[in-house]
């Protein structure tokens, strides 16, 4: 089995309290991770602590870790994580836990460590990490962990570079990996281009959110207008997004479709109706939200689903009501998940610049113009924040988004 050469010196010179891989995404630094656990759970065997391994969730961790160490080593030296969140590796209990909330690791109050894994770093709520600092109290203690790069005045990338622990940091970019296909790293270097997570997942750097969220859409718009749709395309599904307004506001509609197999991501129809004097009326809602509707019906055909900013349950109400008297009750009107909006944000990049997102270029004018103004939050420096000021429409961001989030897994795709 060959490991690269990034790989081999970490297995080499991880000796430090504290060793930790940053980089790009598929750049290897986990891979020898399935090597050096079972080395550190051998080498404090029978020592005084527990063994623990800390991911973003339980379910992260079983993608992540667990089911990659099976692949290797076999059932019978790694077990699933039970339902008391352990698993029994190489002959150790081992507590399996998320990190994304204090109250999830509470076990960890008042217990000494003798080993820690950590997956996805960055991801995790700082209380844990500072709670795991005075756990690791043996001699012996040791911490392996990985993340990919985020805002440089994120926590962590303070803990790394500007703090006095014994550590040992190894940074990776795509083009450490020496297994990866050239055309992998080309789709994924596409997948990425013109957005600040090119700079964090394929070169391996911590880099601010600045400037325009999707400049790669706002260049094509004003330029090759190559998103632009020639004909209507031929759609397996529609979703219709809802956000509500209030005062400064706007109530706001958006249609997407997709075609067989999640290839594509198409804007059909959008609208933003403006909130005046914070003035809200759930009867004239229903009407415009029916008139949209079938302003999607006559051209596209018929909506699978409506998803509506879930904040609202009265206005949803009156939209299914209305909904009803204009001979549209068939229609499923249901809540948005409402999932992390960067989430959101990378996944439309991705589409974007992997040339996945298309839009009709009559009827979504306050789409187009939402995307081409969205920009990140200057002033918040410690995690990227989408700039929701009035200056641009994250009413009609939001309605798209609730269109695509419940199949972000769906349309990307990892060769």
Not at 36 to 49: L, Q
Not at 255 to 265: K, Q
Not at 303 to 308: K, L, R
Request: hydrophobic share 35%; with cysteine; glycine share 8%.
């Amino acid at each position: 089995m060959s490991f690269s050469a990034k790989q081999q010196e970490y297995f080499l010179n991880a000796t430090h309290r504290w060793n930790i891989k940053t980089g790009a995404t598929r750049s290897g630094k986990t891979y020898m991770d399935y090597f050096v656990i079972p080395k550190r759970i051998r080498a404090v065997k029978g020592k005084d602590g527990l063994i623990v391994i800390l991911g973003h969730t339980k379910g992260t961790l079983q993608r992540n870790i667990i089911e990659p160490l099976q692949n290797i080593w076999g059932t019978a030296l790694v077990s699933d994580i039970h339902s008391d969140n352990t698993s029994v590796m190489f002959g150790e209990k081992v507590h399996c836990l998320g990190a994304e909330k204090v109250s999830r690791v509470n076990i960890l109050r008042g217990s000494s460590i003798k080993y820690c894994y950590g997956d996805e770093v960055v991801t995790w709520h700082k209380d844990v990490f500072d709670m795991l600092k005075s756990r690791l109290d043996k001699p012996y203690s040791r911490f392996d962990g990985t993340c990919n790069p985020d805002n440089p005045n994120h926590w962590f990338y303070k803990f790394l570079y500007n703090s006095e622990a014994d550590r040992f940091v190894q940074e990776y970019s795509i083009y450490d990996n020496p297994y990866l296909d050239p055309s992998v790293i080309k789709s994924l270097e596409n997948e990425h281009r013109g957005t600040v997570y090119f700079d964090r997942f394929i070169l391996g750097h911590w880099v601010l959110a600045e400037g325009l969220i999707y400049k790669i859409f706002a260049d094509d718009y004003s330029d090759t207008k190559r998103m632009q749709l020639s004909a209507k395309p031929q759609l397996s599904r529609i979703v219709i997004g809802v956000d509500f307004g209030g005062s400064g506001s706007a109530h706001t509609f958006v249609a997407t479709g997709t075609d067989r197999g999640y290839n594509n991501l198409y804007a059909l129809l959008s609208e933003r109706h403006e909130c005046k004097n914070g003035d809200i009326d759930p009867e004239k809602l229903g009407e415009l939200f029916c008139e949209f509707v079938h302003k999607v019906i006559a051209v596209f055909g018929i909506p699978d689903i409506v998803y509506c900013d879930s904040a609202e349950q009265t206005l949803i109400l009156g939209l299914r009501s209305t909904a009803r008297k204009k001979g549209l009750g068939w229609l499923r009107i249901e809540n948005a998940l409402k999932t992390t909006i960067n989430d959101r944000i990378r996944c439309a990049c991705r589409l974007m610049a992997q040339g996945r997102f298309f839009y009709m270029p009559y009827g979504c004018e306050s789409l187009e113009n939402a995307l081409t103004t969205a920009v990140w939050n200057p002033k918040v420096i410690t995690e990227d924040e989408r700039l929701d000021d009035g200056t641009s429409d994250i009413d009609t961001l939001d309605a798209f988004e609730y269109t695509f989030e419940r199949d972000i897994t769906k349309f990307i795709k990892y060769e």
